[in-house]
């Protein structure tokens, strides 16, 4: 049987959308001996983060994606029903092969949010497209993507127009995606199915020799979850599971397959599900776990080190909120500023002390302390916070 891995995953950050768990979907993954999982949530990368490190937890290549939503011109936010105009969003599949790959994945997000925004849709357009491809794989992606709309209205030169343009930005990095979805039959009572669309792609990919892909478009890890995300699709719409002509998925075939399951379905494009392996050999093992970095803190003339301008600054404010240091209060700062200090955490306390002191400086509200910093005497003695917490015996 080849070999196959999901390159097609929405999880539950694919918020009302999505309804995978990231650490269910894992351990299928992982049980079902795949050596790598894509996250390609809707728009966003919220899941990143957590998604990689519960792959290097499970010994599992993470490959980050995203599906965005593609449209001419990202700027435009006004459109005229009298006029026929819409919002013609397309879905677009991105991985990100390398490091570079990743910085572009995430500016293509951030763009799509801050210049993008539409409605709930952070929207990106090709302009962005070819400024931030470097690194990057890209698929014809599902059946709501440019060149597959394109086939399913008939316009077959157009799509194949619109291929080219792909092919020419990302060369070998393009692949053809095919997907088999019950339900897909009769799209929108077009009278095209799915397969229709898959078989126009296969041609395409013949003609241009592009690899093809196999993918799920995978919203839930197993088939008996496509009711609670059923429900999910509810919430999102404001509708009822009776509701006739509500959004809905055309089937429960929109889960997390076995590599049996993909096998059997698509024994006659073998080599489809072989090159979801190469494009994990492709891409590059990315940890997104960061040490922390602060900015550089000026220190005035006379001290050394940040620790030591905390100290002075801790003790100066000790006298003044507590007028006489006492045993008592001499060990717990002594405690703090060693733990403070060996945490490398000296420049954080002044930087937050810096901006508290001068929000007051100018008449800026400052609250008075909230969760863990309430518990520290330092962060009472630099004005971090208003809260004695050696007075009410609070945890540091």
Request: hydrophobic share 40%.
């Amino acid at each position: 049987m080849p070999d196959f891995l999901h390159l097609h995953c929405h999880t539950q950050f694919s918020l009302l959308d999505g309804a995978s768990s990231i650490t269910q979907m894992m351990d299928k993954a992982v049980k079902d001996e795949q050596k790598a999982v894509a996250l390609t949530d809707h728009g966003n990368m919220f899941g990143a983060f957590k998604f990689v490190a519960e792959a290097k937890k499970r010994n599992l290549k993470p490959i980050i994606g995203c599906e965005f939503y593609l449209v001419k011109d990202r700027h435009v936010k006004a459109f005229s029903r009298a006029k026929g105009e819409s919002d013609e969003r397309y879905h677009q599949l991105l991985l990100a092969k390398n490091a570079k790959g990743y910085e572009n994945l995430s500016k293509l997000c951030s763009l799509g949010f801050i210049e993008g925004l539409y409605g709930k849709y952070p929207r990106i357009d090709k302009e962005l497209l070819v400024q931030y491809s470097e690194g990057l794989i890209a698929s014809s992606c599902c059946i709501g993507a440019e060149v597959p709309q394109l086939i399913m209205h008939g316009k077959l030169e157009e799509a194949e127009k619109q291929l080219r343009w792909w092919v020419d930005l990302f060369g070998e990095d393009y692949y053809i995606e095919i997907q088999r979805h019950r339900g897909l039959e009769n799209i929108d009572g077009r009278g095209i199915s799915q397969e229709d669309i898959n078989q126009t792609l296969l041609g395409f990919a013949k003609k241009y020799n592009l690899k093809v892909i196999a993918t799920n478009d995978s919203h839930y890890v197993n088939e008996d979850d496509w009711l609670p995300h059923d429900i999910l699709l509810c919430v999102n719409t404001g509708t009822y599971l009776e509701e006739e002509g509500r959004f809905k998925f055309p089937s429960s075939d929109f889960f997390f397959k076995t590599k049996a399951e993909m096998g059997q379905l698509f024994a006659d494009v073998p080599q489809a599900l072989d090159n979801t392996i190469e494009i994990a050999d492709k891409v590059d093992f990315l940890d997104l776990a960061r040490e922390v970095l602060l900015p550089a803190f000026p220190l005035p003339p006379g001290f050394a080190t940040q620790d030591a301008y905390l100290r002075h600054l801790t003790l100066e404010g000790a006298l003044r909120r507590y007028k006489h240091i006492t045993p008592e209060i001499q060990e717990r700062l002594d405690f703090e500023l060693q733990v403070i200090k060996n945490s490398g955490y000296p420049g954080y306390f002044l930087i937050v002390q810096d901006f508290t002191t001068t929000a007051r400086q100018m008449g800026v509200s400052v609250g008075p302390g909230r969760g863990s910093a309430a518990g520290s005497a330092v962060a009472y003695c630099i004005g971090i916070t208003n809260v004695d917490p050696i007075k009410y015996d609070l945890l540091f």
